[in-house]
């Protein structure tokens, strides 16, 4: 439903919101090594949220980027419509190019739930608010330092 392009903007924005502030900026290197995201193509996804005031940016020896009081206003549904846009989000499930109330896809009415709440989290919610979410209930945004063990070894 989402690329990999908006779920690397997402995470990316999220991790800002955490780790970084005004007297505090990150460098892409750091955000790409920390979110397992290639570095290229994150450097691209942030100029283009910077572009958007989605997120702030300074250049120079101390440059970075950081999320202002007034990035962590926005919404994810406004990370979404800069990097995927509307119709990617209203997409059918399964990839079928006719689906809808009228002529659904096996699935569309399931689905058509599920894509309703999530619609309303990211258009309602802050990004002030999610970082918050992961913060105190200990969500992740990266499974980095995790061990995941082979369930054949």
């Known amino acids: 439903m ?6 690397y903007a997402i995470r990316s924005i999220f991790y800002l919101g955490m780790c970084s502030d005004e007297k505090h900026k990150i460098g892409v290197k750091i955000i790409s090594k920390e979110l397992e995201v290639p570095q290229p193509f994150l450097a691209k996804l942030l100029q283009q949220l910077n572009r958007n005031n ?7 020896p101390y440059g970075g980027f950081y999320l202002s009081d007034e990035n962590k206003q926005h919404s994810v549904w406004d990370i979404v419509l800069v990097i995927d846009g509307q119709e990617k989000f209203n997409q059918c499930f399964l990839g079928l190019s006719k689906c809808g ?10 689905v058509s739930a599920f894509k309703k709440k999530l619609f309303q989290d990211f258009k309602e919610k802050s990004i002030a608010e999610f970082v918050e979410d992961i913060q105190i209930k200990g969500r992740y945004i990266s499974l980095k330092d995790f061990n995941i063990l082979d369930e054949n070894s």
């Open 101 to 110: 109330d009228d002529n659904p896809c096996p699935v569309h009415f399931t």
């Open 2 to 7: 989402l690329s990999n392009a908006c779920q």
């Open 54 to 60: 989605l997120v702030t940016s300074t250049k120079g």
